[in-house]
């Protein structure tokens, strides 16, 4: 989606003129300083468009004489326009032409001015509200009747709608402010303090309500349920004069006040401000009560309710290819701007509208002309004709919503808006007497809509019976959209209530957010009396995936079916809820793979500054190896900047997950991971997303874990099976998985440290034989990928990399003194055990000493050279795994682990060596031909690189198949970024 990006340059003098504010407050609010007028990405500000006034607006349907007002206004995300006339709401096209009256029924009906305030949601629900009462309606697209809700607050100085579906309503004199989610209303905090004036609020990007307090002269930015996330503070003048907010999609936001029209940046800094109306626009902006953006096409719409109208200002450079129209259209205005009574300019404006089919902006155009002179003949017919063409099609769209009664509710119900069409009819005629086909043409829709009405109000024989008898389909969820390629969203029972075989049955769906799906084939013949379930498949568009609300939706079903040979179809309409992009239902654990997102922006840079090293290590600093892998080593460092950064663990109110997994009858909300870092918090499923796909953007392989009632995650460590037993031990375990060793964690506490976390995940794991599922990202990712998300409107950093730093340093000295001191203090203990160790030295020196002969002794000495290569310690290691082949030459580990040793150094030649002699001594050894194959490859001697990989494979098939790039030159580059270096398989026995 474009973005608007017009700007004015304001140099750093003119902006303390023009706003009012010394320079000693620019400086405090810290802001940067104004580009200057030589700065190209700064454009001209918004221009005049065109103008809507009530003599657009019919209320001939709603029997209702005096003209309709306009007293606010909304636009839904295709550019629709909803117009709060208090009376009603009217919903126009960009043409400014009808397209209904959503919730008409309330005034018709129930007689209630309904619609002074309106607000909609992107997904489409539009709230309205009279003037005073608590009442709100509620109208959703699919659903025919409106609702009822009662907030409770009388008199409402904000009202507005958000991405996610729910509503906020202040009272700025009584303080007072609540959400309503469905039918549920609750307390809402958005005053910032006990003075806070809360007159001004609007929807902003991500779900975000921004708050203007006018006291402290900031806006807040705030979640739908209240929770602070940050404050920005605009260079307004006068903060009493503030009257209303538009947000955009990028963060930037426009202002109107009593002084004018702002643009802020996202970080409230002023990039243009309009102090009059554009020309040929007339008043001033103390006229002007609400403000409107239509971000798409670069519209600002200004309404006024004392001035009776609304006015559309333009960017004339947002989109960057403008409709040709548009661009005649602003040099139109300009030379009318220049000339007001230049009546050629206003003729060609309306003939410019003629031909784009907007009959009401046409038919304002012809007034201008005859304002200036009211004698022109042909401007007089010409109006005559473009209000009769807006009569027939106001006719036209009155005449469907006029069969609809009939055929729903019968003549007399029907009757009223029935006369009403025929006047419209009537009265188009009329106007349109000079133009004799387009004259016709209402006279035949008058002719038309007299004789269905006629046969519609004739008694009606019965309905065959539906062929369609029970529709068995669940919720639909955008997270799922790639899943429902495959999978239906549920069956349909057909039965075949005729008296003679139906043939080649065929079922699909249509709905509002999805494409046609292919039609699911049922059975080739179904006799009757006969059943058949047939599979229901829907085709989700791209368009659901921006779901943030709860929405029911019309599902019509349709069967095509073959009787005698004629081919006939039967439909029936099925509601169906759409669930918003952050709902699941946790019947498959696999489907929180749609939540991981390495490839969203703000995750990837976050696991990638988190991940990035020092650039100066000092001197104190642990050696980069503490027993873990390089990739595992990576994941440390980004589960302790995390912990650095703040997650708190926060369970979801309305939906535990304890309570909701594995519970199919309720439904999660889980956040997406960027949302979980802005906010510092979330419950088990939302961590263990974030954390996963925070490893996944840093190259490290993750997989979903959940224990009864419980989700977290493992990584890859990209270490052999042969490995375990130098990760396993002091309350840590691991997972095997494809011969690589997966360690997990604890997400929840990663406030704790790296340590602390994997030790929690191995105690779950451990709590629970055989009730612990294992999934990995890259296999449920294939079922459900990640959701694609726009770009997101905030950036987030990583902490200081000096606390990171820290923290993980802390991590290291932990995993050092558990995974190394402490297990080569129990080995040494077996080795005095034996006997075989001369008191006196060091354990280190101990090691390296032969002492003995035993097998025993050979081993646990080959365990303690392990530990010392592990460390970093690489002379001390080779010292200990020399003296165990001196001493028994036989001994394949110690010699694979010379090799391992070798190869630490980049000593592939040597490496190779020492390989072929454990290899020879051990020929069904899958380590050995691991180093091999790693020699070999950097030695650049492919044929026998691959030689080693089959033989791997043949070994074991797990490992052969995961390290085969080694055998492929080509891929030497792809495997060294990585980052992960050699991969050493030790041996102990």
Known sequence: MQQTTFRRAVTGTLLVALLGVCPAALGAQSRPPAPSQADDRYAAAPLFLDELTPRMLSSADLGYAAPLVPTSIALRPDGTIVLGTSVAAVELDLFYQELGKPGREIFTEERIAYAFDVTVTDAGTLFARAPTGGQVFVMRPDVPRHQRIQTGIDIASVFVASADGSLTVADATQRRAVRVQGRTVEPLDIFAGEYSWVQ???????????????????????????????????????????????????????????????RFDRSGNPLWHLES????????????????????????????????????????????????????????????????????????????????GASALEAEAWRAVLDIDPFDQQAAVSLAIAEGRLMLGQAKRSTERTLETLRTLGPESGRAIYSVTLQLYEQAASRLHAVPDERRRAQDGLDSLRREFERLSRPRPAQPPPRIQTVNVSDVFPALIRHYHHNPLGTVTITNDLD???????????????????????????????????????????????????????????????????????AVTHVVTMRRNTSLYWDDSGKLASFITPNDTIVSDFALRAARLPA????????????????????????????????????????????????????????????TLRLRAGDCDETASLLASLLEAAGVRTAIMTSPGHVFVAFDSQEPLTNRWLYEGNGRTVVEHQGSLWLPVETTILERGFAAAWQEGSRLVRAHPGAIEFLPYYRERERYPSMPLPPASFDLHAPPQDRVHAANKRTRQQLRQSLYYDNLARIERQLNALGTIRGGATGSQRAAEPGGDSREAARLRNQIGVLHARSGDLDVAEEVFRAVVALHPDSAPGHLNLANVHLLRGDHAAALASAATAQRLRPHSAAAQLVRAQALHALGQVDGAREAIAALRELSPELGERYAYLALPEDALRAAATGFGPISAWERE
Do not use: C
């Open 277 to 356: 109306m554009p020309a040929p626009a007339a008043g001033s902006f103390n006229e002007i009560h609400r403000v409107a953006v239509d971000p798409v096409r670069g519209y600002i719409y200004l309404l006024s309710i004392s001035g009776q109208r609304v006015i559309r200002l333009i960017d004339p450079e947002q989109p960057a290819q403008r409709s040709a129209l548009e661009r005649e259209l602003i040099a139109l205005n300009a030379r009318i701007a220049a000339d007001s009574d230049d009546a050629t300019a206003h003729a060609r404006r309306a003939a410019l509208y003629r031909d784009a």
């Open 500 to 570: 003679r075989p139906i043939e080649h049955l065929t079922l699909r769906s249509e709905m509002r957010y999805a494409d046609v799906a292919p039609p699911a084939a049922g059975p080739l013949r179904l006799a009757p009396g006969e059943s058949a379930a047939l599979p229901l498949y829907v085709l989700l568009s791209p368009e659901a995936l921006l779901l943030q609300e709860d929405i029911p939706v019309a599902m019509r079903i349709v069967l095509n079916y073959v009787v005698d040979g004629v081919e006939q179809s039967t």
């Open 616 to 675: 100066v290590q000092t001197a104190d600093d642990e050696p980069a190896a503490v027993l873990l892998s390089a990739g595992a080593l990576r994941a440390a460092r980004i589960v302790d900047a995390l912990g650095v950064f703040g997650i708190n663990y926060v369970e979801d109110p309305d939906s535990p997950f304890t309570e909701v997994f594995g519970n199919p009858g309720r439904i999660d909300t889980v956040r997406f991971p960027r949302t």
């Open 200 to 262: 001004v609020a609007a929807a902003g990007p991500e779900a975000t309500l921004w708050v203007w307090d006018a006291v402290s002269g900031t806006i807040g930015v705030y979640t739908t349920a209240g929770e602070e996330l940050e404050r920005i503070a605009p260079q307004v003048a006068d903060r009493g004069t503030v009257k209303s907010l538009a947000v955009l999609p990028d963060g930037d936001f426009i202002m109107l006040s009593m002084l004018g029209l702002f």
